[in-house]
C-alpha cells in the first residue's frame, strides 16, 4: 500500500438523537494534537439525519473540516448503514488515522470497518502519540489493566484506533475557529440492512456492581448512619462514583451486603477508592487494598487505613465531605 | 438450528498481580479459564438447546492447552468442539485471528454465531464483528437477551450506556453476548466423566482455507511495539489540615489522575 | 498409583470448588447459626449429579467413581461442613447399600431417585444403647406375613428430618448376636415410622439430625436389605466405604481451616511484620500442611482401593483415624493463629474447629479406627 496518498487525523463523531456525545469533543481536542505534529488536518466525520447544523460546534473543537453526511438511513445508530458511510469516506478521502468512540457504538462500528477496509484497529486506547517515523503510537491496558502496551499499525491505513469517554481531554471551544463544512454524500446498498430497531429505552441504570466500578466511595463508622451515606452519595454522583460499605455499616443494617468491600464482603479495585471514615481493619484491607489509588479521611491518624493510603487525611469526614462535594460541583 | 459458538481460553486477569519489588506481572501460576464472556454466550447457546433442540458447536483457536475448555464445554453439554491449532495462526491480532475463524466457520452449518463480546486479556471487543464482515452477516452486540421465534427471527435485547435497545434480525447472524446476560451453568459430573471420551476436532492451516498472508503474524496490521507495567506503588501521602485545605489537596489529585 | 490428578479429576475439580465457592460458601454461616438444612444447596447439587457420583448411568447416577466423590466432599467441608456430610451420609450409607447388597429390582425403585438427589438417604444403625457396640441393638424385627414389624428407636441421624429413604438394622434374631441383625429400607412414610427430637450440636449443625422412630413399623419383606442376620455385616461394610466420605469431610475441614489460616497470617501485622513471617507460624503451618497432604493421600488410596474393588476397610480406617486428628489439630491451632477474631464469628475459623470434632466421633470413634487397624496388624 502507498501510504504517502493517506493523510489528516479523521474522526468519526458519535451523536445519539442529534446530541455530539462528549467523547467526540475530547477526540477532536487529542486529533489536534496529532494532526499538528503532523502538520496536518483535523477531519469531523457527521452522520447523522438533520444534523448539518452542528458542524460548526465540531470545528470550534478543532476540526479544521467537516464531511457531513446527512441521510435517513442514518437517523439512528445501526451497523450497517453507518459502516457503509464511513468506508465510503475512507475509500474517496484515504484519511491516516480515524479515531471512534470507545463507546458500544464505536466498539460496533470500529471492528466492523477494519475487517472491511482491512486495516488494523486498536481499542481502548488510553495514550496516542506520533512516532519519529510518523506512525500513530497506540497505547492501551491489557491483561485486566495490569500490562500496558504501545501498539503500531505500519503498513496498513488508515490506522484506527478506539477511545474511551472521559479519557482524552477536551480542548477549549473557540467560537473564532473556521473550516469547511462539505455535504458528503452516500449512496447506501440497503439490500445489507438487516438489523431493524424496534426500540430504544433509557433507563436509570441499576447501581453498577461495586466490583467493576471505576471510582468508589467508601464508608465506614465514621460516616456514622444513613444520613452521614446520603452525603457518601452526593459526593459519588458528583465524580460518577458507586457507594460501597465498610462491614460495620452493613451489620449496623445502614448499607446493604451487596455493598460491602472486604473479607466477607467483596473484594475491589477500583481506579480510586475513597476510603471514609473507616478505619482499615485487615479483613477490609484485603477487599480493597489493590485499588490503583486509595484516599483515606479518617479521625484517628493511628487508623491503619493510613498505612494503604496513597493519599491520607487527618479529619473529620463530616466536615470535609462537603466541602469537597461542593469544590468539585463548581 | 444450528448455533456454533466461538470460546477463547485466557489467563484469569483477577488472579494476575504485579512483583512488588520488580513492577513486572507475574503470569506463573495463573489459571487459565473459559473467557467469562464467552461463557455467557455458550450458555446462551445451551439454553436455545434446551428449548429448541439446536445443535450446539464450539470452536476455539489458540495452542494444544486450550483443549481445556473445550473439554469444560462439553461438560456443559455441547455437541461438537474443534480447536483450530497451527503455528501459521499464532502471533495473530484480532483481524488475522478473525480470518482464521471465520474460514472455520465457512466450512459449517450455522444459523447464529455467537462470540462472547470482550475477552478478559484484551478486552478488544472486535473478532465478533469482524467474524460477522468476513461472512457479510449482520451483527448484534453487547447482546443481553434472545428470544427465538422458533422458526428464522431473533428478538434481541442490546445494552447501551443508558439503557438497551430492542432489535431484530433473521437467522443467519453473528452476535456478541455479556457474560451479564445469564448465569452460566455449571458442568455436570456426568458430563465432566464423558468429556475426555469425546474427540474434539483438530483443525489446522489445510482445514480453514484461507490465504496464508491473512494469517498469524503475516496476517496481522497491528504490531506490539513496546509492552510495560504501570510500577510500583509509591508510599502515601499523610496530611494534618484544616477541613478546607484538605479538600483543596484531594481535589488537586484528582485532577492530576484525570479524574475530574 | 499415579500421584497427579487426571484430566477427569482436575476438570472436576474445577466445578466443584466453583460451585462451593459460590453457592455453598455463602450460606456456610446462616447455616450453622440457624441450624438450618440448606435444602436448595442440595436441589442444585442434584440438578449437577452431585448426589449420585460414584453410581452407574443406568441406575441414574453420574457414571463416576470413589476418588471423584471423596473429592466433591472434600471441597464442599471446606468451606460447609454440614453440606460435605449431607453428601456422604446420603451416599456412603444409602445409595451405596443399596447399590453393593441390594436385589435389581431395590436398586431400580431407590437408586435413581436417590442418585437424582430426589430423595435424600440417610442410614440408621446407632441407638441409645449401641453406639460403639453397634452388636447391642434394641430395634427389634418380626415376621408377620408379607412384611416386618419394625419396633424400637435410632438416634443422631444425619439427614434425617430431609430423608426419604432410610437403611435402617433391627434384631430379627436377639438369639444370634449379631448374626441376629437384619437391614431394611424404610421409606418415610411407611406406616408406624415418624422423626423424632432434633438434635442441638457443638457443630455440622444444619445437617438435620434426629432421632427415628418405630412404632409397629410395617415393612414389605421385599424391602429386606441382603439376607436375613446379614444386617451386622452391611452396616460394618457400609462403615468402612462411609469412613472414607467422613475422612474426606475432615479432610475438607482443615484444608478451609488452613486456607482461611494463610490468608490472615499473610495480612496479620504484629510488632511491624506479618504474623506469617514470624518462624514460630511458619513451622506450625508447614506441620498441618504436611499432615493435611497426608490425610489427602491416605483418602485417596482408600478410595482407590474401593474403585478397584480390592480390600479397603484399613485403609479407611486410617485415612478417618489420621484426617479426622488432623482435622481437629488444624481448626484447632487456627483459631489460636486467629487470636481473638478467631474466637469470633467475624471468621469462619471456630465453626470449622467445632465442625471438626464430630469427624473424630461418628461412623467409628477414633477409638474404633485404632481397633480396626490394630486387628488388621496383629491379625
Redesign the interface.
Known sequence: MDKSQYKDVYVFVEQREGVIQPVAFELLGKARELADQLSQNVVAILAGYGIAEKASELIAYGADSVLCIDAPELVYYITEPYAQAVTKVVEERKPSILLIGATTIGRDLGPRLSARLETGLTADCTGLDISEEGDLMMTRPAFGGNLMATILCKEHRPQMSTVRSGVMRMGKKDDTRTGKVENFKVTFDRSKFKVRLLETVKEQKNLIDITEAKILVSGGRGVGNSEGFKMLEKLAEVIGAEVSSS?AMVDAGVMPHNRQVGQ?GKTVRPDVYFALGISGA??H??GMEESDFIIAVNKDKYAPIFNAADLGIVGDVNKIIPLLTEKLRR | MKIVVCIKQVPDTTEIKLDPVTGTLIRDGVPSIMNPDDKGGLEMALQLKDKYGAEVTVITMGPPQAD?IL??AF?MGVDRAIHLSDRKFAGADTLATSNAIAGALRMLDYDLIITGRQAIDGDTAQVGPQIAEHLDLPQVTYVEDLKYDGEKTFTIKKSTEEGYQMVEVEAPCVITVLATANKAR?????G?????LKEVEIWNFSNVRVDEKKLGLNGSPTRVFKSFTKGVKAAGKIYEVEPEEAADIIVSKLKEKFII | MDFSLS??EI??R??IR??AEKEVKPLAAEVDEEERFPIETVEKMA????M??PFP?EYGG???NNI?YTMAVEELSRVCATTGVIVSAHTSLCAAPIYEFGTEEQRKKYLPKLCTGEWIGAFGLTEPNAGTDASAQQTMAFEEGDHYILNGSKIFITNAAYAHVYIVMAMTDKSKGTKGISAFIVERDFPGFSIGKKEKKMGIRGSATCELIFENCIVPKQNLLGKIGEGFKIAMKTLDGGRIGIASQALGIAQGAMDETV??VK???QFGKAIGQFQNTQFQLADLQAKIQASRLLVRMAAYKKDQKQPYSVEAAQAKLFAAETAMETTTKAVQFHGGYGYTR??PVERMMRDAKITEIYEGTSEVQRMVIAAALLK
Open positions: 462491614r466477607t485487615i479483613q484491607l484485603a | 481445556d473439554r469444560e461438560a455449571y458442568m455436570s459430573v456426568r465432566i466423566v464423558e468429556a475426555y | 484430566k477427569t476438570l472436576f474445577q466445578m466453583d460451585f440438578k449437577l449429579g452431585i449420585g457420583i448411568v453420574a457414571g463416576g471423584l490468608k490472615y495480612e496479620r501485622k467475624e471468621y
